[in-house]
Structures are given as C-alpha cells and as structure tokens.
C-alpha cells in the first residue's frame, strides 16, 4: 500500500513540476511568445497578388470616373456661359436695333427704364439679404437684420402703407364707376331704349330726299388695305349724284400711291364720284389731313361727312341707317356706329383685344350716348354734321387723339351725340404686340394732351356744372389717369415691395376678389371669351406698363406723346376672302408674275414671321414680380404668391414677344 501512495504522489508531483516549469518558460519568455503569436497571425493570412491588382485597377477606375465627370461639369458650365453670353449679346442687339429701326428711345423712356432697372436692382439685393438672414448665415447678418426690422417698421412701411391705402381708394372709386356703367347697359337692355331715327329710306324715296354726303378716308401707306375701304365706299347704297368719296393719301411710297390713283381712276370709270387727295407738305398727321380736305371749294355743298379709317368697310346701307337720324334733330352732331373685328379670333393678342372694345363699345359709348349724349368719337365709322364741326373751330393739329379733341369741343358748344349700337362696321385689330403697343401708347398719352389743354376751356364753357363734372373727373381723370396710374402703382410696385416690407399690409380682396370680379364685369358683353378672363386680368396689368409711361408722357409733354404711328394692318376683309387669297397663292405658285392693283395682303409676313423683339420693360418687371413672389414663400402667403408668379409669368411671355403674331 505504501508503495502504491508513494506511486501516486510521485505521478502528482511530476505533474505539478511540469506545470510549474511550463509557467516559468512562458514568463522568461514572454517576447519570443509574443513574436510566436505574431508570427503565428501573419502566416494565417495567405497573400494573394491578384488582390492587390483589383485594387490598384479600381483606384484607376475611380480616378477616371471622376475626370470625367469633372470634364462634363467643366464642359456644361462652359456650354451655359457661352449660352448666357449669347443670349445677352442677341438682347442687346435687338433691343438696340429696335430703338434705332424705329427711334423710340427717347429720353422719358430710358428714364423710365432706368427707374424700373433701379428697382430690380433694390428687389434683388432685399431678397438676397432676406434668405442670409433667414438661413442665420452669420452673427453680423442677424444684427443688421433686426436693424433693418427696426427701419422699415418705423419709417418705410408707414409710407407704403399711406400709398396703398390711397391706391386702393381710387381702385374702389374706379371699380364702383365701372359696376354703374354695367348697371345702366342692363337698365338699356331691360327697357329696350335705342335711338329711333324719324323716318327710314326705301326704294320710292325721290332723290332729292337724299342728302349731300362726303365720305372721307384718310390713309398713309395702306397698301394690304386701301382697295378693300374704297370698295366698301363706292358701293354704299346711295344717290351717286348725292354723294362724294375723298381719298386722303398721305403715302410718301410712290408705289403705294400709283396704287391708290389706278383704284380710284377705275371707280371713276364706273360713275362713282371720287377724288384722290395728296398733300405735299404732311404736317398734323391725320388731323392735319383731314382738315387739308375740308377746305376744298366744294365741301360747303355737303352735309354730312362720313369717315372712315383705311382698314373699315361700311356695310351698302350704312348711309341709310346713320343719316336718318339727323332728320328732326338739329342739335345733332354725331351719330357712332359700333366697330366689328374681322380678326378677333386669330390669335390670343385679338382675342383679349376684343374683350376690351366690346365692353368700350357696348357699355361705355351706349351708356354715356343714351343717359347723357356725349362720348368720344372713335375716330372712325362716324357721320358728321358739317355745320358742327365748323361751329367748335374744325380739326386742330395739337394732339395725337384729334378725334377725342373735336368731340370735346363739340360738346361744350352744345352739341349731342348719338351712338347706334346695331350698326356695326368692319374693321381689323393689330395682331402684333409691337402695332399694338403703339396703338396703345398713342391712345393714351393723347388724352393728357387734351386734358392738359382743354382744362380751362371746360372751366370757362358755358355747359351745365354736371357736365363739367363729367368731363373732368370721369371722362378725363378717372377713366384715363386713374385707372393707368393705380394698376401700375399697384399691382406692379407697390405688391411686391409689400413683400419685403410686411408691415405694410395688400389685403387679398385687392389682389384677387375685386379684380377678378371687374374682369368678370368686362367680359359680360362678351360671353364667348370666359374662357381667356385669366389671361385677360393678368394682360391688362400687364399692359399697365405701356399705359403709365404713356399718361406721364402726354400728362408732363415728354418722350414721344406727340409721335403719330401708323398701326399695322394685314388686309384681313374676311376669312373667306383670306381662306380664298391662300387657296389661289397656292395654286399659282411661281407660275403668276402679274402684279397686283388690289391691296397686298399680309399673309405672307405671317407666313415669314420675323424674329421676336425684346421689350426692357416688360422684362424687369417680371424679374421683380418673380423676385418678389421668391420672397412670399418665406412669408407663407398663398395668394400672394400665386398673383405675383402667374403675373410675372405673363410679363416675361409679352416681354419675349410671344403673344400675338410677330409681323415683319
């Protein structure tokens, strides 16, 4: 037994022994332990050369990749550079040979410009402050921004809110005249009244019933227009022993005028009485014309005059409907008769052209001709007692709207006026933004003339006060200063600085409600248009531009208010005869080279439609509206936005030129 223990003890031992010998060598050797266990790690790992090529090659990779993609971005920056550039470059150039083709830079529009530019500049740099200070760019920002908080509250926004509040006063006064003249076209409507002429002419009648009449049409380089007004003349329904045609030609084309002179020699031929008239000296433009006519020898054997422009073609019975009315009616001066579009749905430009003088013609001239006898003649499609235009001095050369000027005068001796709204005549509406701007211009900066002139006359006139009431604060101030001044104050200047000065207050009502309720106003006397009311509210704020500029100008004799410019017309006598006209051009081709007697029509020049023209104005007031409408998103203010977007939209399409047809 002992020696078994002993055995056993001495296995224990050995075992212990070897333990703690194995502890010893781990602690002596403790580096080369550590070196084993490196070692051992190092040569798990099994080293595979391909490896370090996949890498090498994917570095390659990406360092292609992002060459390239560096190239593409230098390339696309270097591509809109070059395209910015060009397109500036083409801007000017076309704005500068549109000033110097037609000679409207004058120097009450770059003035006018100039102040426009200057508010871009401001809009941009308050918008450009306003995202610094709220994206918290930097501690001094935050500073001057709660300064600037302080300023405009206190001493800017007091101002413009003074400004708005009177804005929106003559807004209110302008938008109650407005809902009064609808009112008095429903009453006309509702009771039927209508001039009613005191007898009517039929095929029995002798001819010595019949009286003189002169029919005048003055015309300056018509040559798309001229054989199809001296048609519409010759063939009136009328004694041709009791009736005279002038033809007032004031072309300085010799080509237009050898034209004029074969038509008028071939209705000489056929019996009618008509007479080629051309002045050497051109002075007074059409009111000068026309008073260069009326002091022929013959004139004092006439009546009546008839006047028409180059572009309108009375229907035969015209005559027949418009003298009538003087029978009886010696207090009688004129008789209007109502204008009629060939051209109104050709192109958006007409469309919303025709919204505006259907509502002129049907509530405007109706209203004022039956409630108080007076309007302003159109110029056009009228007859005139001789005798009264003698009586209020004849036709003065002292503004560009002589036909406004002879109304008003006519009416302070005494004079009525009669305006027949069943009798329409034929008539084209400029289908170019560029004619129609300058149509525009002229109708607007003229009245200022007249007002400017006339003021003491209507003071010193011997009509009742009523009238002159009438005269001067709804005819002239209301009608034809107010309206251009308070939608381009307000829509175009003073809503979007109230974006960057929100303590003055627009409210909503002004921005969209009235507005749109006085479009859906307008566009009653023609229903067919509701379709285009959006794009009506936001042309005519457009539009404001060209009116203001225009009112200033006339207002304070400055630019080029006293500059008559012929509107373009393009011979549109129908869409048959067009279609018809486009038809035969077609099926002749090259074949045809005889030339033409007959008036040129147009439809060429839009078949060649020129290139677009680029109106500085209309450019920068886009930019700020978009500018402002930017800034409205910081505000959250819906409405706001939405006008001011829209709107500035609308600027930008009629500053590029793409509305209407672009005629060379």
């Known amino acids: 037994m002992s020696r078994q223990q002993h055995y056993e003890f001495q296995q224990w031992w050995n075992k212990q022994r070897e333990s703690h010998n194995s502890d010893l060598i781990f602690n002596d050797k403790s580096e080369p332990s550590n070196y084993v266990t490196l070692e051992v790690g190092t040569t798990t790992t099994t080293h595979d050369p391909t490896v370090d090529r996949e890498r090498i090659r994917s570095a390659r990779q990406i360092k292609h990749v992002w060459l390239l993609k560096l190239i593409q971005i230098a390339s696309s920056l270097a591509y809109v550079t070059n395209g910015v550039v060009s397109v500036v470059k083409t801007a000017n150039r076309r704005i500068k040979s549109d000033a110097s083709s037609q000679r409207l830079s004058y120097r009450v529009e770059t003035r006018f410009y100039r102040v426009i530019k200057l508010f871009l500049v401001i809009v941009v740099i308050l918008l450009v402050f306003e995202l610094l200070a709220y994206f918290r760019v930097a501690d001094l920002v935050e500073y001057v921004y709660a300064h600037w908080i302080e300023i405009r509250g206190s001493y800017l926004a007091p101002v413009l809110q003074s400004l708005t509040n009177v804005c929106v006063l003559l807004f209110l006064v302008q938008s109650v005249d407005r809902l009064v003249l609808v009112l008095g076209c429903f009453w006309i409507k509702f009771r039927r009244i209508k001039p009613v002429a005191a007898f009517e002419y039929c095929s029995s009648s002798d001819v010595e019933d019949y009286p003189m009449v002169l029919l005048q049409i003055p015309m300056c380089n018509e040559r798309e227009v001229y054989q199809q007004s001296i048609s519409a003349a010759c063939i009136q329904d009328w004694p041709r022993e009791r009736m005279l045609v002038q033809i007032l030609d004031d072309s300085d084309d010799t080509t237009v005028q050898a034209l004029i002179k074969a038509e008028v020699h071939k209705w000489q031929q056929r019996g009618v009485h008509i007479v ?36 309108f073609q009375p229907a035969p019975d015209f005559l027949k409907k418009t003298i009538p009315h003087f029978k009886g009616n010696d207090e009688l001066a004129l008789v209007q008769t109502r204008w009629s579009f060939v051209n109104k749905d050709e192109n958006l430009l007409t469309r919303l052209q025709n919204i505006n003088l259907t509502f002129h013609f049907e509530v405007e001239q109706q209203v004022n001709g039956v409630f108080i006898n007076f309007f302003g003649f159109n110029g056009t499609a009228g007859v005139w007692r001789i005798k009264a235009l003698e009586d209020c001095g004849g036709w003065l050369e002292r503004t560009t709207v002589e036909d406004m000027d002879i109304a008003v005068r006519a009416h302070l001796c005494g004079w009525k006026f009669i305006y027949l709204n069943d009798v329409k005549c034929l008539c084209e509406l400029p289908e170019s933004y560029a004619a129609y701007k300058k149509q525009q211009y002229r109708w607007h900066s003229g009245p200022m003339q007249l007002f400017r002139l006339c003021f003491m006359d209507i003071i010193r006139s011997k009509v009742s006060f009523m009238k002159k009431v009438n005269l001067i604060f709804l005819f002239f101030l209301l009608r034809k200063l107010i309206l251009p001044f308070y939608s381009f104050t307000l829509f175009c200047i003073i809503l979007p600085l109230t974006m960057f000065l929100p303590e003055a207050q627009l409210p909503a009502w002004v921005v969209c409600y009235v507005p749109g309720i006085m479009s859906v106003l307008n566009i009653l006397p023609a229903p067919r248009s509701f379709p285009f009311i959006v794009p009506y509210l936001l042309f005519e704020n457009t539009m404001s531009v060209t009116k203001f500029n225009a009112m200033i100008s006339g207002l304070f004799k400055l630019g080029s208010s006293y500059e008559w410019v012929v509107t373009k017309k393009l011979g549109r006598a129908s869409e048959s005869d067009l279609v018809t006209f486009a038809e035969s051009e077609e099926a002749q081709g090259e074949k045809s080279t005889i030339h033409r007697s007959s008036s040129e029509s147009g439809l060429s020049e839009l078949r060649t439609k020129s290139k677009n023209r680029l109106y500085r104005k209309e450019l920068a007031l886009a930019f700020i509206l978009l500018t402002a409408s930017l800034r409205s998103l910081l505000s959250a203010q819906g409405i706001h936005f939405y006008f001011l977007m829209f709107q500035g939209v609308t600027f930008l399409v009629v500053g590029l030129d793409l509305i209407g047809e672009q005629v060379s």
Do not use: Q
């Open 276 to 311: 080629y008239r051309h002045r050497l000296i051109r002075t007074g433009y059409k009111a000068g014309n026309l008073k260069s006519a009326m002091s022929c020898d013959y004139v004092k054997d006439y009546e009546f005059v008839a006047i028409f422009d180059a572009d």
